[in-house]
């Protein structure tokens, strides 16, 4: 007889779960509370996939052993808690994947940074040769790769979601970026809890494992000093003076155990120290994994870096046009803000998440002559921001947005999409916004 599974949610990792469950032989129903695409429907149809569309039905999910449900439902959801009452065992896709390879795994994960890092430590590993997947926050699922592919190596972006119901998810190499104040409507408003998630990538990692951390970020060392890890740790930052990775003179100076390698970064194409963070990470992994010194630094220079962060539009009338759409939270608007030099015209806005501005403020009042909120509710951006830049203009439609900026932008200006907020009230995601964005400008 086959085992029940379930999968909520039937976006990227729940197809990918629904193919792989299917492959290993369940009896697989997936449940999606929007409306499946008819597209959808003839893919599952066609993999006899069972499947309801519109609702959760709980009677359809009696008797199963396991549910892989997706990273946007909340652990508090109703429905959980009636699945687990009856005996079901939840876990994320991450989890029920990894269990299916025997892949050597590279978990990465932070507030901010982690595609950047993920996709570089792709890079370099794909550049030395070796058979590698890009997953988990990016690209196609964990799931889906594991069912269709044979890599020897995963890179893996990994959000808190993601990390929320794992039990023995266990990669070789993992990676925390940084920590700052995000998505605490998802944690109950509490920055420990938040904490608390994204510390769970090391939970099963033991002492023939590496731990990769962000020794400048003040709270993330903190949470570290209350907290056993039996993963071999390994710091980098800029104040790294013994075992770890640090930075000087165009070069990172890679000390591990006996061994001390310096790769020249003089070429590498991103700007920013949380940029450089971000590369000493990936050719920490690199090194790690016997990956040659010429191969890193050419990975590092010829990287043209993650889509919607920091991207460059178009120059118009010497006006530059920024999309970075990606900072959905105030720390990545903090780097965005502090990497410009110009004179700068801001559009931000969406779906706060309990943001404090407070640490913009002294930027935006050096560097800001023009403030575009784009959200449908910006009373508290309004009541942070007014009366700080010169101009500071409400709207809820990009093209109008754009339209404004580029009225009030003068040669030598900057105009940058760095919301700081979600972006479900007037866009699908943050790509959708950033792609309005960059559609937007090239129309003017």
Known sequence: MQKRLVVLGAGESGIGAAILAKKQGFDVFLSEKKSISEELQVFLNKESIEWESGKHTLESMKGARLVVKSPGIPDSNYLLNELQEQGSFILSEIEFASNYTNATLIGITGTNGKTTTTMLTYEILKNAGLNVGLAGNIGASFARQVAQEEFDYYVLEISSFQ???IQNFAPHITVI??????????????????IKAKLKITKN?????FFLFNADDPILIEALSNQHNNAMKIPYGFQIKSQGTTYENDHFIIKHQNKNTMINTSQF??????NLLNAMAAATIGSLLNISNETIRESLTHFKGAPHRME?????????YINDSKATNVNATYFALESIDTPL???VGG???GNDYDSLLPLIRTKAKAIICL?????????TFEGISDIFIETQSMSEAVKIAHKIAEPKDTVLLSPSCASFDLFENYSDRGNQFKNAVRNL
């Open 163 to 165: 990390l929320d119901n």
């Open 177 to 194: 970026t940084n920590i700052t104040p995000d998505h605490l409507d998802r944690y109950n408003y509490s920055i420990e809890n938040y």
């Open 205 to 209: 990692q033991t002492q023939k494992d």
């Open 269 to 274: 194409a991103l700007a920013g120290r949380h």
């Open 312 to 320: 460059k539009v178009l120059t118009i009338q010497r006006v530059s």
């Open 345 to 347: 015209v801001w559009i």
């Open 351 to 353: 779906v706060d998440k």
């Open 375 to 383: 959200g449908i509710d910006n009373n508290i951006l309004k009541n």
